[in-house]
Structure formats: structure tokens, C-alpha cells
């Protein structure tokens, strides 16, 4: 291949990435680009398209291949800090730290070593303290360790903004989520206001915000709003990976009101991404919301139902037709390895806990019609 | 008397203008909005009142500044009604409670007129209803928060209201004929009803035809020309088709407008929304099914709810239903475009071919009219899935990129047809097939596959390769990588490297290994351990090929050894795989070692001949 070539491939490469909305397309062409640059040794060039990568990956939902761009980036930039700079880098390392917790293969020591080194480097620009903060919450409250996630908590809400910050309706969103978690619904409700009203906005928000406020709005039995969320939030966030979870918490909500129909079909719909999803926390968020309504159909006395799963599913039938139990057993078991995994890594119990809770959702049903045509 | 408002009016204004307004042109809108209610509320009362709304510009002789006066012959207001809407405003400083407020007439009326406050700094209203006494009341507002209520020394002649604003030094560039019309025009263009601008003692009709989707026209062609002309004086874009667009649900109307050019993939499409013929949001994004990326456009909807923000609509089952009525209006021009006009359907697919794809995969009978006329890539060129079928009962495809670069060479001279499917929707397209068309079949195919369509060694040629596979698979032991010896086209490729799409991420994952430093190698170990899959991958001699057949008869297994490293990493570089730096270091060894070999095997002769 003449240099001309394979230059004009990358450049094709690019040009089609830039076309295409977050999703595996877009990962594919950004990679083929980065190989091809790799192999003609352009380490320039391999820079920069793994910096588009990183993006692409991180809000297409591949944080793997965002962490490992991201891996590469970082060796040049620490080898040739002059030719690469590594302020590029920074917003990005937040990203892929804020994802290692979500790999059960990654270990806790590596965890904790990669939070003390972004810590570090963000001091080098004298800049994301509140960042690392959040961080080190999140972390913590994903792997359950809650003492250590209330002190950052503490620490992360009240220490000052800067342009290492995540955005306003980023922070949030996160602001949210620990009320959530503590089951401070009404507070958790106040506090969304700006996004709900459409003032504080960005790529990610409304759309997390509207699936997590699901159960708080069940809850304080707020259907309508809920109803209105659940069909606005949805299409925002049913043709990206990247939001798994959040099909998740849908996927849950139209259980809990008894629209099992409509259940079905997002799990029919996303099941694929469930079962090769390089987040192990988001498929455990689908399994275990699946679980739950998969154990509805069971108690409804369905035996069978017919659906649409992909090929390479383990209970994948030709006829479409599947044993209830068998689906519900199987989604079941998938939620408690990864569960047991998470556990083990992070030696704490809180996706068990997160399993039990999935299981006394029986408790909260409150049959709520959905029915309107969807556009 | 004068009064004073029992809260903090900058505080209001503030908000209102911080929170509410995008600019502060929107007085216009909101004055004009008062002036519609109005009118409508005594239209109510009396059948057949028109209604019109009067702007006039009054400028000052002597150079000072201009005064506004917005007046209308709608329905007025009583003293009451007055002191209701400053209760109103007393309750406005929550944003909760302005939304609730702007659900009724003498509410809106309030918040409306507070807007005012952002371009002036008093205001007077002179109103005279239709209801009671028949008295003129005035209201007379200040920015510092005090007002007074009295009734008029000027009586009106007929019920309506009046308001003046007086321009403030800041906002005088608001106060211009100019900017009224255009502002008044951008808000207020589709009201059916007269809104006439008087400045320097001539009137003028602003609004002369209301919405352009509304008119007669001679012939389809004139309002297909109107209807354009339209969509380019609004967004300045020469679109190159029009849909009309009616729903009853929400009782919405309008067209919509095909974009010239494919969208940007984040660009949602922001449609403009008029409410009761009132622009209320020139950035609406909920209006058309999320398939319907293709379009922009402007309607008119009598029935749907505003959210609190004013930017879209409230999320309901109205909606929803004008939702699915509009989508059906496009999905009928797509229908008869793909029946009457396939080039038509052709020219709409090269640039919207996604949101076609889009709305085929959410509707069969969609599906089954578009599938002949979309087209896919394959090895053997672009065609679409019925020219496909036509050759080969099974549709074969693969689903990553890096997967079709290293199938489509080879399988292209075995006339093996294999589709491109890593674009967007279109291995669900594919995957699709066989449910609508039951005597179709679809097969995922990977490049690993790929050797097994391969012609196999005859019993004397795997006896002749057989010092080959044993010297290969010692020499590529290290890299983990299998080997065969197969027949296959074209002769011209000696070796063909193949692995499943796993593959490559776990090459990329060992390359971030050795570029990066000790924190994120050791996590690439992790990731590496934790990917799945896990094929190893597989270098297909071709016994086809004549360098290969040499190869495999030469005695010298170090050079026999040299030569599979060398064809192993070339099958690397040919199939765009980065090499490793183990890799790196086999190519330039080796290089020096066949030299070398070459050197001392082509005897002394050529060695020596060089020297001279």
C-alpha cells in the first residue's frame, strides 16, 4: 500500500466516525484508524485518533477499548511529554478511572493505585481536586465500602468547582444518585428540578436522571410523572450501549407496574448488549432488573413466552418460544455470578445487597397503565 | 393611590429574565400572546369579532425616546381582574407557580406583562372590558415595584386594552420600526388575525397570509415551490422535498422538510413549534419519531401542552398520538416514493439511507418495500440484499470492520459473497430478513471462518508440507498463533492471518501493554485475562502459491524458519495488524538473517563478484 493510500483510508476512516452517533460503528472505524496509523508507524497521527477513540468508546459503551487507547496514549505521553501533550489526557483519565471499578478482573490494589495516581497527576496542574473527590466517592459507593464513601461524600460536595470539574448537570445527576441510594426520594426529586425543567442539560443528562428517578417517583406514587419519564427518557437512551444500566432501571420500572408486555420487548431489545457488555456492573444492572421481571411472568403463571433473542444467546431457540422459568433461571444465575465476583473483588457485600433488593421488589408492584402508542 | 407590590419585582424580573426568556425580544411575544387571549376570550363571547392587533412606534420630535403602544380589541379587563393579576405577580417569584399561572388568561396576562420590565423601566396599561361598567381603568407599573390603579381620565371608546412602554436608554435599539416588525413577525407571523404596525403616520399589515401550508394554490407545483421558498426564508437551507404534516390528535399542521445534506450524527433535528399560531420554540425536539432524523420542520399545534421551559412539548398520550400520526405522514412519503419514484427513493437513500435503515428495522411492512432498494457492501461490490439472494441462497455477513478487510480480498476471488455488516442497523437488517421473508437464510460469518471454505491438501501435498507445519508451528509458538496448509485464490497471497474479532482487541491490549507504564500495563494484563473469547488466531499457508510450494521443499530449516517468521509478519502488515514489538524485532532479525542466509547460500561467487 503507497503512503497515499493508506492515509486517505484513515482520513476516509475519520470522516465516516464523524458521521455516526456513539455506538459500536463508530468504535470499529476509530480503531481500524488507530491500526492502520499504528501500522505505518504515524505516531502522531495514532495519538490523535486514539484521543476521538477514547471519546467514542467511553459514551459508546465500550469502556475496555476506551481503557486501553487510553493505556497506550498515556505511555506516549509519559515517554514524549513535549511531543504529546498530557493535558489532553486529563479530562479523559477521569473517565476511564471513573470505569475501572466496573471490571471484576481489575483488582482493588489496582483500583486504589490508579485514584492515588490520578490524584496525583491533577495536582501537578494544580487543578481536580473536586474530581478526584467524586471519584473516590463513587468508587467507593460502587464497591460498597460505605464509611469510606461517606467521608469522600463529605469532602467531594463541598470543595470548590474548576475546569476539571465535570459539568453542572453532570455533578448533578451524582448529587442524585447518593440521595437515591439513601432513599431520600423527595430530596432526591428537589434537587432535580433544574434538569427536569430542561435548565441544566449535557450529552448524558436528562437522560440518566430520568431512568434513575423511576423508583423514587414509584415510590412517593408520582405515576404520571414517572409514566412521563419513562416514555421521554427511553427513546434518548435505547440505540446506545452506553446506557445499559439505565435500560436497566426502565426495564424495571415496567415491571413494577405490571406492564410486562413492554418489558418484554426491552429485554428482547437489549439482551445482546447485556451478554457481551464490557461493563460487568451494567449487565449485572439489566440481569437483575430481568430477573425481576422475568420472576413477574412466573408469578403471573406464564409458562411460555415468544421472543426474539440473538443467536448467540445460551438458550437460543429457533422457534422463538421460551420456558419462563428457564429464561428467569438463567438471567438469575447471571446476576448472582457477577454478583459473587464484584463481592469478592471489592470484599464487601454490596451486590448481594443489591441482589435482595431486586428480590423484595415483589413488594412494591403498582399495576399503572402505560398505554400509549409509540411513536 | 399608589401601591406597592407586596414582593421584590427586580427579583421577579430577574428570574424572568434569567431563567425564563432566551432574550429580551420575547416581550413581544408575551404582549402579542396577551393580545391573542384577549381577543379569543371575546371572540367566545362574541361569534365573529375578527380581532386585531394594533403596534404603533411613537418617536419623540425632539430625539428622546421612543415610546411603544400595543393595543387590542380584545376582551379588557375589569378593576377585579386588574387586582387579580397583581396578585398574580405576587405569587410569581416560584417558578412552579408561573408555569401553573400561565394555564389562565388573567395569570398570563400578569407574567406577561412583567416581561415587559426587562426593556422598560414603567408601564401603562389603559384597558376598558367588555364586562361591567363600561369604565376605563389604568394601571400604571414602575420597575422599583410601586404601581397605582385608578380609573382613566382618557376613557376608550370600545372595550380592549392598551399598553405603553416607555424605552429605557439601554434597550432604545429594541424600539426601532425595524426591530418591532421583525420581532413582531417572528413571533406573531401565522395569527390569523391582523396585526398592523403604524410608524412615522403610515400602517402597514405585518402578517399579510398566515401560514403558508394554510393557502390555496393553484397547482400541486406552486405550493410545492411556495412550500420550499418557505423552508428556505425560515432555516435558509434549499431543501430538496416537502411533506405536509397533520395530525388530529394535538390538532397540529405543517410540513416538513428533507434535508439536503446527511445529518450530523448528534444533530437532533430542532423543529419549529408554533402553539395556537404563536412561535413558542424554535428548537421543539420531541415532535417526530427518533427514525425520523431526515426532516426539519415547522408546525402549528392547537392541542398539545407546553412544558414549563416552553422549549417542547408536555410528554403525553396527546402527544404520543401526534407523535405516530405525524411519523405516519413520513413513512407515507417514503412508501410512495419507494412505489412511484424509486430514483426518487435512491437519491433520499445515498443521503438519509439511516433513517430509512432506521425506520425499516421498526416496521416490517416498511421493510419489505425499502429492502430491494437498499444497498449494502459486499466483497463483491455494492448490491442489495435481493441481487444477493439472486446468487446465493444464504446471506453471509460479518459484523466488524476488521473483520471484512480480512475476509473481502480472499473471499472476493473465491466468489465468495460476503456483506459489510459493521454499518450502523445493518446486521439488524440483515438478521431481519428471514423473519419477514421465511425462505431466506442469513448466516454470520467471521474471518475465521474463512479457511474452512478453503481446498484441502491432496495426500502427496500434506506429506510435502508436512517439515513446513512442524518448523511454523515451532517458529510461531511464541506468538501464539496456529497454522494450516490450504489451497486457495488468489495464488498471488501466500499466507492469509485470520482471528475471530476478539482478536484484534486483545493485539491492541498487549501493544497499550508495552507502550504504557507499570500502573496500566499491569491493567492490561487484567483486561487481557478478563476478555473473552480468546481464539487463537490462525496462519493459512496457500500451497497455490509459488513461493510457498519453494518454500516447502527447502532443506534448511533455519532458513525455512526465517522465511515463516518473515511471511508471518507481512500476513500481519497486509491485513492491517500493528506489530508487536516482540513482532518488530522478528522483522528487522530476520531481515538481516535471510540476507545473510542469501549471502552464504548463493555461494562465493556473487559474494565476491560484489566487492569490485
Same mark, same amino acid.
Request: contains cysteine; aromatic residues 8%; glycine residues 6%.
Given at each position: 500500500?503507497?503512503?497515499?493510500?493508506?492515509?486517505?483510508?484513515?482520513?476516509?476512516?475519520?470522516? %465516516?466516525?464523524?458521521?455516526?452517533?456513539?455506538?459500536?460503528?463508530?468504535?470499529?472505524?476509530?480503531?481500524?484508524?488507530?491500526?492502520?496509523?499504528?501500522?505505518?508507524?504515524?505516531?502522531?497521527?495514532?495519538?490523535?485518533?486514539?484521543?476521538?477513540?477514547?471519546?467514542?468508546?467511553?459514551?459508546?459503551?465500550?469502556?475496555?477499548?476506551?481503557?486501553?487507547?487510553?493505556?497506550?496514549?498515556?505511555?506516549?505521553?509519559?515517554?514524549?511529554?513535549?511531543?504529546?501533550?498530557?493535558?489532553?489526557?486529563?479530562?479523559?483519565?477521569?473517565?476511564?478511572?471513573?470505569?475501572?471499578?466496573?471490571?471484576?478482573?481489575?483488582?482493588?490494589?489496582?483500583?486504589?493505585?490508579?485514584?492515588?495516581?490520578?490524584?496525583?497527576?491533577? @495536582?501537578?496542574?494544580?487543578?481536580?481536586?473536586?474530581?478526584?473527590?467524586?471519584?473516590?466517592?463513587?468508587?467507593? %459507593?460502587?464497591?460498597?465500602?460505605?464509611?469510606?464513601?461517606?467521608?469522600?461524600?463529605?469532602?467531594?460536595?463541598?470543595?470548590?468547582?474548576?475546569?476539571?470539574?465535570?459539568?453542572?448537570?453532570?455533578?448533578?445527576?451524582?448529587?442524585?444518585?447518593?440521595?437515591?441510594?439513601?432513599?431520600?426520594?423527595?430530596?432526591?426529586?428537589?434537587?432535580?428540578?433544574?434538569?427536569?425543567?430542561?435548565?441544566?442539560?449535557?450529552?448524558?443528562?436528562?437522560?440518566?436522571?430520568?431512568?434513575?428517578?423511576?423508583?423514587?417517583?414509584?415510590?412517593?406514587?408520582?405515576?404520571?410523572? @414517572?409514566?412521563?419519564?419513562?416514555?421521554?427518557?427511553?427513546?434518548?437512551?435505547?440505540?446506545?450501549?452506553?446506557?445499559?444500566?439505565?435500560?436497566?432501571?426502565?426495564?424495571?420500572?415496567?415491571?413494577?407496574?405490571?406492564?410486562?408486555?413492554?418489558?418484554?420487548?426491552?429485554?428482547?431489545?437489549?439482551?445482546?448488549?447485556?451478554?457481551?457488555?464490557?461493563?460487568?456492573?451494567?449487565?449485572?444492572?439489566?440481569?437483575?432488573?430481568?430477573?425481576?421481571?422475568?420472576?413477574?411472568?412466573?408469578?403471573?403463571?406464564?409458562?411460555?413466552?415468544?421472543?426474539?433473542?440473538?443467536?448467540?444467546?445460551?438458550?437460543?431457540?429457533?422457534?422463538?418460544?421460551?420456558?419462563?422459568?428457564?429464561?428467569?433461571?438463567?438471567?438469575?444465575?447471571?446476576?448472582?455470578?457477577?454478583?459473587?465476583?464484584?463481592?469478592?473483588?471489592?470484599?464487601?457485600?454490596?451486590?448481594?445487597?443489591?441482589?435482595? %433488593?431486586?428480590?423484595?421488589?415483589?413488594?412494591?408492584?403498582?399495576?399503572?397503565?402505560?398505554?400509549?402508542?409509540?411513536? | 393611590?399608589?401601591?406597592?407590590?407586596?414582593? !421584590?419585582?427586580?427579583?421577579?424580573?430577574?428570574?424572568?429574565?434569567?431563567?425564563?426568556?432566551?432574550?429580551?425580544?420575547? =416581550?413581544?411575544?408575551?404582549?402579542?400572546?396577551?393580545?391573542?387571549?384577549?381577543?379569543?376570550?371575546?371572540?367566545?363571547?362574541?361569534?365573529?369579532?375578527?380581532?386585531?392587533?394594533?403596534?404603533?412606534?411613537?418617536?419623540?420630535?425632539?430625539?428622546?425616546?421612543?415610546?411603544?403602544?400595543?393595543?387590542?380589541?380584545?376582551?379588557?379587563?375589569?378593576?377585579?381582574?386588574?387586582?387579580?393579576?397583581?396578585?398574580?405577580?405576587?405569587?410569581?417569584?416560584?417558578?412552579?407557580?408561573?408555569?401553573?399561572?400561565?394555564?389562565?388568561?388573567?395569570?398570563?396576562?400578569?407574567?406577561?406583562?412583567?416581561?415587559?420590565?426587562?426593556?422598560?423601566?414603567?408601564?401603562?396599561?389603559?384597558?376598558?372590558?367588555?364586562?361591567?361598567?363600561?369604565?376605563?381603568?389604568?394601571?400604571?407599573?414602575?420597575?422599583?415595584?410601586?404601581?397605582?390603579?385608578?380609573?382613566?381620565?382618557?376613557?376608550?371608546?370600545?372595550?380592549?386594552?392598551?399598553?405603553?412602554?416607555?424605552?429605557?436608554?439601554?434597550?432604545?435599539?429594541?424600539?426601532?420600526?425595524?426591530?418591532?416588525?421583525?420581532?413582531?413577525?417572528?413571533?406573531?407571523?401565522?395569527?390569523?388575525?391582523?396585526?398592523?404596525?403604524?410608524?412615522?403616520?403610515?400602517?402597514?399589515?405585518?402578517?399579510?397570509?398566515?401560514?403558508?401550508?394554510?393557502?390555496?394554490?393553484?397547482?400541486?407545483?406552486?405550493?410545492?415551490?411556495?412550500?420550499?421558498? =418557505?423552508?428556505?426564508?425560515?432555516?435558509?437551507?434549499?431543501?430538496?422535498?416537502?411533506?405536509?404534516?397533520?395530525?388530529?390528535?394535538?390538532?397540529?399542521?405543517?410540513?416538513?422538510?428533507?434535508?439536503?445534506?446527511?445529518?450530523?450524527? !448528534?444533530?437532533?433535528?430542532?423543529?419549529?413549534?408554533?402553539?395556537?399560531? *404563536?412561535?413558542?420554540?424554535?428548537?421543539?425536539?420531541?415532535?417526530?419519531?427518533?427514525?425520523?432524523?431526515?426532516?426539519?420542520?415547522?408546525?402549528?399545534?392547537?392541542?398539545?401542552?407546553?412544558?414549563?421551559?416552553?422549549?417542547?412539548?408536555?410528554?403525553?398520550?396527546?402527544?404520543?398520538?401526534?407523535?405516530?400520526?405525524?411519523?405516519?405522514?413520513?413513512?407515507?412519503?417514503?412508501?410512495?416514493?419507494?412505489?412511484?419514484?424509486?430514483?426518487?427513493?435512491?437519491?433520499?437513500?445515498?443521503?438519509?439511507?439511516?433513517?430509512?435503515?432506521?425506520?425499516?428495522?421498526?416496521?416490517?411492512?416498511?421493510?419489505?418495500?425499502?429492502?430491494?432498494?437498499?444497498?449494502?457492501?459486499?466483497?463483491?461490490? *455494492?448490491?442489495?440484499?435481493?441481487? =444477493?439472494?439472486?446468487?446465493?441462497?444464504?446471506?453471509?455477513?460479518?459484523?466488524?470492520?476488521?473483520?471484512?478487510?480480512?475476509?473481502?480480498?480472499?473471499?472476493?476471488?473465491?466468489?465468495?459473497?460476503?456483506?459489510?455488516?459493521?454499518?450502523?442497523?445493518?446486521?439488524?437488517?440483515?438478521?431481519?430478513?428471514?423473519?419477514?421473508?421465511?425462505?431466506?437464510?442469513?448466516?454470520?460469518?467471521?474471518?475465521?471462518?474463512?479457511?474452512?471454505?478453503?481446498?484441502?491438501?491432496?495426500?502427496?501435498?500434506?506429506?510435502?508440507?508436512?517439515?513446513?507445519?512442524?518448523?511454523?508451528?515451532?517458529?510461531?509458538?511464541?506468538?501464539?498463533?496456529?497454522?494450516?496448509?490450504?489451497?486457495?485464490?488468489?495464488?498471488?497471497?501466500?499466507?492469509?492471518?485470520?482471528?475471530?474479532?476478539?482478536?484484534?482487541?486483545?493485539?491492541?491490549?498487549?501493544?497499550?501493554?508495552?507502550?504504557?507504564?507499570?500502573?496500566?500495563?499491569?491493567? *492490561?494484563?487484567?483486561?487481557?485475562?478478563?476478555?473473552?473469547?480468546?481464539?487463537?488466531?490462525?496462519?493459512?499457508? !496457500?500451497?497455490?502459491?509459488?513461493?510457498?510450494?519453494?518454500?516447502?521443499?527447502?532443506?534448511?530449516?533455519?532458513?525455512?524458519?526465517?522465511?515463516?517468521?518473515?511471511?508471518?509478519?507481512?500476513?500481519?502488515?497486509?491485513?492491517?495488524?500493528?506489530?508487536?514489538?516482540?513482532?518488530?524485532?522478528?522483522?528487522?532479525?530476520?531481515?538481516?538473517?535471510?540476507?545473510?542466509?542469501?549471502?552464504?547460500?548463493?555461494?562465493?561467487?556473487?559474494?565476491?563478484?560484489?566487492?569490485?
Amino acid at each position: 500500500m503507497t503512503t497515499q493510500d493508506w492515509r486517505e483510508q484513515v482520513e476516509e476512516l475519520l470522516k %465516516r466516525a464523524a458521521r455516526l452517533r456513539h455506538g459500536e460503528a463508530k468504535v470499529m472505524a476509530l480503531e481500524e484508524a488507530a491500526r492502520l496509523a499504528d501500522t505505518h508507524g504515524d505516531l502522531d497521527l495514532a495519538f490523535e485518533v486514539r484521543d476521538d477513540l477514547i471519546d467514542a468508546a467511553t459514551f459508546g459503551g465500550f469502556p475496555d477499548k476506551a481503557l486501553v487507547a487510553f493505556a497506550w496514549c498515556r505511555g506516549q505521553a509519559k515517554k514524549n511529554p513535549e511531543r504529546f501533550e498530557s493535558d489532553l489526557l486529563l479530562w479523559k483519565q477521569k473517565w476511564v478511572v471513573g470505569r475501572l471499578d466496573d471490571f471484576p478482573h481489575i483488582s482493588r490494589k489496582q483500583i486504589q493505585e490508579a485514584l492515588d495516581d490520578i490524584e496525583q497527576t491533577y @495536582a501537578r496542574v494544580d487543578a481536580g481536586k473536586r474530581s478526584v473527590l467524586k471519584l473516590r466517592y463513587q468508587t467507593a %459507593r460502587d464497591m460498597g465500602d460505605e464509611a469510606t464513601a461517606q467521608q469522600f461524600w463529605d469532602q467531594w460536595i463541598s470543595a470548590p468547582r474548576d475546569h476539571l470539574t465535570d459539568c453542572l448537570a453532570c455533578d448533578l445527576d451524582d448529587e442524585i444518585d447518593h440521595h437515591i441510594d439513601r432513599g431520600e426520594y423527595k430530596k432526591a426529586l428537589e434537587k432535580a428540578q433544574p434538569i427536569l425543567e430542561g435548565r441544566s442539560s449535557c450529552a448524558e443528562i436528562p437522560h440518566l436522571t430520568y431512568g434513575s428517578l423511576l423508583y423514587p417517583l414509584l415510590k412517593l406514587e408520582r405515576l404520571e410523572e @414517572a409514566r412521563d419519564y419513562h416514555l421521554r427518557g427511553y427513546p434518548m437512551i435505547s440505540r446506545n450501549r452506553d446506557f445499559l444500566a439505565t435500560v436497566g432501571e426502565h426495564l424495571e420500572f415496567l415491571a413494577l407496574t405490571d406492564n410486562l408486555s413492554r418489558g418484554l420487548t426491552l429485554f428482547e431489545k437489549h439482551l445482546g448488549w447485556a451478554m457481551d457488555h464490557a461493563s460487568w456492573r451494567d449487565r449485572f444492572s439489566f440481569h437483575a432488573a430481568a430477573s425481576f421481571l422475568l420472576s413477574r411472568l412466573v408469578a403471573e403463571g406464564r409458562d411460555t413466552v415468544s421472543l426474539q433473542l440473538p443467536k448467540a444467546f445460551a438458550l437460543h431457540q429457533r422457534q422463538s418460544t421460551y420456558a419462563v422459568r428457564e429464561l428467569h433461571g438463567w438471567v438469575e444465575t447471571q446476576a448472582q455470578e457477577i454478583a459473587a465476583r464484584f463481592d469478592t473483588r471489592n470484599d464487601t457485600d454490596r451486590f448481594q445487597k443489591l441482589l435482595e %433488593r431486586t428480590r423484595g421488589l415483589s413488594r412494591d408492584v403498582h399495576p399503572f397503565p402505560i398505554d400509549v402508542p409509540q411513536g | 393611590m399608589d401601591h406597592r407590590f407586596q414582593i !421584590n419585582l427586580r427579583g421577579v424580573i430577574d428570574l424572568l429574565s434569567h431563567h425564563l426568556y432566551s432574550s429580551p425580544g420575547v =416581550y413581544v411575544r408575551e404582549l402579542l400572546q396577551n393580545a391573542t387571549d384577549a381577543i379569543r376570550a371575546r371572540q367566545l363571547l362574541e361569534p365573529g369579532h375578527e380581532g386585531t392587533v394594533r403596534v404603533e412606534l411613537i418617536e419623540k420630535q425632539d430625539g428622546g425616546l421612543p415610546t411603544l403602544l400595543f393595543s387590542d380589541d380584545g376582551v379588557g379587563l375589569t378593576e377585579e381582574e386588574i387586582h387579580r393579576f397583581l396578585a398574580t405577580i405576587g405569587e410569581s417569584s416560584k417558578r412552579e407557580a408561573l408555569a401553573e399561572h400561565r394555564n389562565d388568561f388573567i395569570g398570563q396576562f400578569g407574567i406577561g406583562l412583567l416581561s415587559c420590565f426587562m426593556v422598560c423601566n414603567e408601564l401603562l396599561v389603559v384597558t376598558r372590558s367588555v364586562k361591567g361598567d363600561g369604565r376605563t381603568m389604568e394601571w400604571r407599573g414602575r420597575h422599583d415595584g410601586t404601581y397605582s390603579v385608578r380609573p382613566s381620565e382618557h376613557p376608550l371608546e370600545r372595550p380592549g386594552t392598551q399598553v405603553f412602554l416607555l424605552a429605557r436608554q439601554d434597550t432604545a435599539e429594541l424600539f426601532t420600526v425595524e426591530r418591532v416588525r421583525q420581532l413582531a413577525l417572528h413571533y406573531g407571523g401565522l395569527l390569523p388575525f391582523p396585526i398592523l404596525l403604524t410608524a412615522q403616520e403610515s400602517t402597514a399589515r405585518i402578517n399579510t397570509e398566515g401560514a403558508p401550508w394554510r393557502r390555496k394554490y393553484e397547482s400541486p407545483s406552486d405550493r410545492r415551490a411556495a412550500l420550499l421558498a =418557505y423552508g428556505r426564508e425560515v432555516f435558509g437551507s434549499d431543501f430538496i422535498d416537502c411533506i405536509p404534516l397533520k395530525s388530529s390528535a394535538g390538532d397540529v399542521e405543517g410540513v416538513a422538510f428533507v434535508l439536503p445534506f446527511s445529518p450530523h450524527y !448528534n444533530a437532533k433535528q430542532k423543529h419549529r413549534v408554533y402553539l395556537k399560531n *404563536m412561535l413558542l420554540s424554535e428548537s421543539a425536539e420531541n415532535l417526530l419519531p427518533d427514525w425520523a432524523f431526515f426532516v426539519k420542520c415547522v408546525v402549528n399545534a392547537n392541542e398539545l401542552r407546553p412544558t414549563a421551559s416552553r422549549e417542547s412539548f408536555y410528554e403525553n398520550e396527546t402527544l404520543a398520538k401526534a407523535r405516530e400520526a405525524l411519523g405516519l405522514a413520513l413513512r407515507r412519503y417514503l412508501t410512495e416514493l419507494a412505489k412511484d419514484d424509486p430514483r426518487a427513493l435512491q437519491r433520499l437513500i445515498s443521503l438519509h439511507g439511516l433513517s430509512v435503515k432506521a425506520l425499516a428495522l421498526d416496521d416490517d411492512e416498511f421493510y419489505r418495500l425499502v429492502i430491494g432498494w437498499l444497498p449494502f457492501e459486499t466483497s463483491l461490490g *455494492m448490491m442489495t440484499l435481493v441481487d =444477493y439472494r439472486r446468487q446465493s441462497p444464504t446471506v453471509r455477513y460479518v459484523s466488524s470492520l476488521d473483520d471484512f478487510r480480512q475476509v473481502a480480498r480472499v473471499a472476493a476471488a473465491q466468489s465468495l459473497c460476503v456483506v459489510n455488516a459493521a454499518y450502523t442497523y445493518d446486521t439488524d437488517l440483515i438478521e431481519k430478513l428471514p423473519r419477514l421473508f421465511p425462505d431466506a437464510q442469513v448466516e454470520p460469518f467471521s474471518a475465521a471462518e474463512l479457511p474452512q471454505s478453503f481446498d484441502e491438501l491432496t495426500l502427496d501435498e500434506r506429506e510435502a508440507v508436512f517439515p513446513l507445519i512442524k518448523v511454523a508451528e515451532l517458529a510461531l509458538q511464541p506468538f501464539q498463533c496456529d497454522v494450516e496448509v490450504k489451497k486457495f485464490r488468489p495464488k498471488e497471497v501466500p499466507t492469509l492471518y485470520s482471528s475471530d474479532a476478539e482478536g484484534a482487541f486483545r493485539r491492541d491490549a498487549e501493544r497499550a501493554r508495552e507502550e504504557s507504564d507499570d500502573l496500566y500495563g499491569s491493567m *492490561m494484563d487484567s483486561v487481557l485475562t478478563g476478555a473473552q473469547g480468546a481464539d487463537r488466531p490462525l496462519l493459512t499457508f !496457500n500451497f497455490l502459491n509459488p513461493v510457498v510450494r519453494k518454500l516447502a521443499a527447502v532443506t534448511d530449516r533455519n532458513v525455512m524458519k526465517l522465511s515463516v517468521e518473515m511471511l508471518y509478519v507481512q500476513a500481519l502488515l497486509l491485513g492491517h495488524r500493528p506489530l508487536s514489538a516482540k513482532e518488530m524485532a522478528l522483522l528487522n532479525q530476520g531481515l538481516l538473517g535471510l540476507i545473510a542466509a542469501h549471502l552464504d547460500g548463493g555461494g562465493e561467487d556473487s559474494g565476491q563478484g560484489g566487492m569490485h
